[in-house]
């Protein structure tokens, strides 16, 4: 997840965090669904990263 300048990566299958920290990293100030948020394989990004989407192929 990228949030400002920062990228936050979750290891869902060795330590997963509980769904309120989730939630807080994934919803925006309005209660929605951050945007950009795109899904690739059984990843999901949510934000913009610093690279740009470039940066995730």
Do not use: C, I, W, Y
């Not at 994934?26 to 990843?43: E, K, W, Y």
Request: cysteine-free.
């Amino acid at each position: 997840m990228a949030k400002g300048k920062n990228v936050l990566h979750f290891e869902m299958k060795k330590a997963a965090p509980d769904d309120e920290e989730l939630l807080s990293h994934m919803l925006g100030t309005t209660g929605n669904l951050r945007a950009p948020t795109l899904r690739q394989g059984q990843a999901l990004f949510v934000g913009f990263p610093p690279g740009g989407f470039d940066a995730l192929r």
